[in-house]
């Protein structure tokens, strides 16, 4: 932008650059639909093929951190991917251990499908593999983290991983 002496400087917005913020705008305000979840579905099978990923029980949380996401977006790509319960089967279906496992609640206080359910696996002394899905991040998102002071890996109320 060039500034002609004495005369303000203005911003200018063409027509293609003011029609993609339009777009990226409209975009955002879209409806998102969730399936609620149900307690009596089956967990989805996870189908090992030659290029998954496995689990390295003697490795660290960032050599599993494959294993854990490949497990995360298989449940995400089925019917089950707003149900908690289904991240948790299918982890342990893959060899993760039940009793490292944190998950929060699928749904709200009033019922309805939570926004986000993260899930985890504590690895060791000191790391979790982390999960996050739901309509407010649209996709899995998965992270090595240090685990909390008290030994868990997620911060707040989760559920009980009883059945």
């Known amino acids: 932008m060039f500034r002609r002496s004495g005369s303000p400087a203005r911003r200018a917005i063409t027509v293609p650059g003011a029609a993609a913020v339009l777009l990226l705008t409209l ?3 879209a409806p998102t639909e969730v399936e609620p979840p149900t307690s009596a579905s089956p967990a989805p099978t996870v189908t090992p093929t030659d290029s998954a990923p496995t689990l390295q029980p003697d490795g660290s949380a960032a ?3 494959p294993v854990f996401t490949a ?6 790509s089925t019917d089950q991917r707003g149900a908690g319960r289904a991240y948790i089967d299918a982890l342990i279906a893959a060899g993760f251990d ?3 496992m944190q998950v929060t609640q699928d749904t709200s206080t009033v019922g309805n499908p939570a926004e986000s359910i993260q899930f985890s696996v504590r690895w060791g002394e000191k790391e ?5 899905v739901g309509p407010s991040t649209g996709q899995v998102v998965t992270a090595v983290m240090p685990q909390l002071a008290e030994g868990r890996c997620l911060i707040g109320t989760t559920r009980s991983i009883d059945w």
């Open 27 to 29: 975009a955002a305000c």
């Open 63 to 65: 050599d599993n951190l």
């Open 71 to 76: 497990v995360a977006e298989a449940v995400w």
């Open 98 to 100: 039940r009793e490292a």
């Open 128 to 132: 979790c593999l982390i999960g996050q």
